[in-house]
């Protein structure tokens, strides 16, 4: 299949819930990206982090390859540091080559279930 | 009515919730599409499934009526072959004429309820 | 302020949860439209109701002052019929001049909350 | 890095949930608006809180730095006058330069969560 979407997207409303309830990892709170790549070659993304209160951190890189989603807890990116929790951040995602990115919400505190999801921004 | 839409539209962030709570069908965990056709021709649509460790699934095929919504639970794709619970994928539509097309999700875990709907990305 | 928005917006996603729990109306499960018109003029809005399993239905007519947004709850359009509760519908609205148009949802079943909202698909 | 995003956004479905169940300010119901600049200089955003029943009131005054994200609660503007709790509201967002808006809910009446979060409509 041809590349499908972007290679410039925003998500500009990321927070973690500080908190979670539950068996983990399945019911940990947390924030993820899907990275659709529907091209036959790998795509390599490079995301930079937004702080409120300070300069913005990365690279982080990540690697999907051809044919495949790729959904990435924020909670994992560790390297060059982990994102902290309950914190607004944004993330920016540059791409090697035209992507699909959507950005998950789960928050499992007092006990039960709340989440969202919703397209990043594409830049032409 | 004119056709509205587009016909191709792409959605990166699905993910099946593995667990339902209450009686089904109406609370079975679930994730759907809804396909408008606002114009007085059928249309044909072709779906291809995306995973995160191996290669893409379809064509899943589907049909709708002029002047009609349909929305079809994800979890009812079995041909060629079942999306998986609990797992990542992705979808790409593609349709004979514009479309609108949305996805929506719905968990019962835990008792509760926690649901969300986004549209999937139009490509031009 | 100048007019903003579209003139034609969709929403593929409807359906309004069949049951409720907690008082009415501020706990009714329902769903909404919300349009926002900026400029100084009145605008008159169309709405087309599209189901799964019979022919469109409409004109819905709404009437929307200048510089004031309404959010209107789909239970209440009952002229010249009214919309279903627990089945699948699609909208598409036409406007005299620019709007932006929303589409939220609340579910009360369970004793619990679950809320989403999404933009409407703006057609050019 | 350049900047991202539009100079005009706009949300129309605005509710702030009228009631909170938990310890504030964490688990407070509320509404909020995400900016991101990418930029390396600052921005001046002018919002602008249209309602129901009467005239827009604005302007509201942001100032966002350059290289990052701010997150504002729609329950603290509060100058010229505050958004009223449980009441229809829409929003218009002015920047000087391009930045990208998300706008997000929480609900935390009846004991649970319930959450929302969608870009904004940019207009260009």
């Known amino acids: 299949m041809r590349p499908l979407g972007a290679r410039t997207w925003v998500v ?3 927070r973690i819930p500080p908190d979670s309830e539950g068996p983990e990892p399945e019911l940990t709170s947390r924030e993820e990206l899907s990275i659709l790549n ?3 070659d790998a ?13 913005p951190v990365g690279p982080y890189e ?22 902290p929790l309950g914190r607004d951040y ?12 959507q950005h998950s919400h789960l928050d499992s505190r007092r006990g039960g279930l709340s989440s969202y999801s919703t397209l990043a921004f594409p830049v032409e």
Request: net charge negative; aromatic share 2%.
């Open 43 to 55: 795509v390599e993304l490079t995301l930079t982090i937004f702080h409120a209160d300070r300069d």
């Open 38 to 40: 529907t091209a036959a």
């Open 62 to 83: 990540l690697h999907v390859e051809g044919e495949r989603v790729r959904r990435v807890r924020v909670n994992d990116l560790i390297d060059p540091e982990a994102v």
């Open 12 to 14: 500009a409303g990321g």
């Open 90 to 101: 944004a993330v920016v995602v540059l791409a090697s080559a035209p992507v699909v990115v």
